[in-house]
C-alpha cells in the first residue's frame, strides 16, 4: 500500500542518533560547549550553586568544593578552568544532568544511552523489523533498529531517570517560552515564577524518589507482605 503523502512517517524519525567522530577537536569552541552545557544543568537543577558544590565534595569524600570553583567551571571567560573528569562526574550526580554524558562525548562519534534505553537498543536483535533488514545494508538495518526501539518505547514503563530527563527537557523549555511571554506582557512574573516552581517541585520529588528508591521498594514489599 502506497504511503499517504500527508501522513507522517514516525517510524522514519531517528531515535537514537547515528554520530560521526570528529578528526579533531577545536579546544576553545568544545571547552565552551561544555561550560555552557555544566550551566544549563546548573539552570535546570533545584539546588543552587553553593548546594551543587557540597553534593560534589560529598559524593568524593572531600571536605568542600568551592562556589567559587563552580562558577569557574561553568565561565566561559575563565579558560585556565577545565573542569577534571572526577569532579565532571561528581557534578552530574550533583545534578542529577545524566545527559551530560552524552554532551561530552559526542563529538567521539557516542551516543551515551541512559537507563531504558539501552534496553529499547537491545531490541535491535528481537524485532521482527530488524530481522527482516539484517544483512541488507547498514542503513536499512539501522531504520529497522529504530523502529523496534520505538515500538518499545511506547510499550515500555519510563524509568524514573527518564522521567527526570523529560522534566528538565521542559523546565528548560518553559523558562525560555515564560521569559518571552513576560517581555511580551502575555504573563505576569509572578504566574510564570508559580508555575516554574511547580515544575521544579515535580524534579525534586523525582530526585527524591531516585536518591531512595531502595527504601522506598523495601517499604512496598513489606506493606504489601502485610497485606497478604
Known amino acids: 500500500m502506497k504511503a499517504d503523502p500527508s501522513q507522517l512517517d514516525f517510524w522514519s524519525q531517528e531515535i537514537f ?3 560521526m ?3 579533531s577537536i577545536d579546544i576553545e569552541r568544545y571547552r565552551a560547549k561544555i561550560k555552557r552545557a555544566m550551566a544549563r544543568a546548573i539552570r535546570e537543577c533545584p539546588h543552587d550553586r553553593p548546594t551543587i558544590a557540597a553534593r560534589m ?3 568524593l569524600g572531600l571536605s568542600a568544593i568551592s562556589k567559587a570553583a563552580l562558577d569557574a567551571y561553568t565561565a566561559e571567560s575563565k579558560t585556565g578552568h577545565d573542569v577534571t573528569l572526577i569532579r565532571f562526574a561528581a557534578f552530574v550526580h550533583a545534578t542529577g544532568a545524566l545527559w551530560l554524558w552524552d554532551e561530552v562525548a559526542s563529538v567521539q562519534g557516542v551516543t551515551v544511552l541512559i537507563g531504558d ?3 529499547f537498543a537491545e531490541n535491535r536483535a528481537a524485532s521482527p523489523g530488524a530481522k527482516a533488514y539484517r544483512g541488507r545494508n547498514p542503513q536499512a538495518d539501522r531504520s529497522a533498529c529504530r523502529a ?3 515500538r ?3 510499550a515500555a514503563k519510563i524509568s524514573i ?3 527526570i530527563s523529560e522534566i528538565e527537557r ?4 518553559r523558562q525560555q517560552s515564560y521569559s518571552k511571554l513576560v517581555r511580551e506582557g502575555r504573563m505576569r512574573q509572578e504566574e510564570a515564577d508559580m508555575l516554574m516552581a511547580r515544575i521544579r517541585a515535580v524534579l525534586a520529588t523525582l530526585h527524591f524518589c531516585r536518591e531512595h528508591e531502595a527504601d522506598i521498594r523495601a517499604y512496598m514489599a513489606a506493606k504489601k507482605g502485610t497485606a497478604e
Not at 170 to 173: D, P
Open 17 to 19: 542518533p547515528v554520530r
Open 21 to 23: 567522530p570528529v578528526q
Open 57 to 59: 565534595a560529598q559524593y
Open 117 to 119: 534505553e539501552a534496553r
Open 148 to 150: 523496534g526501539q520505538a
Open 152 to 154: 518499545a518505547l511506547m
Open 161 to 163: 531517570i527518564g522521567q
Open 170 to 173: 521542559e523546565i528548560g523549555l
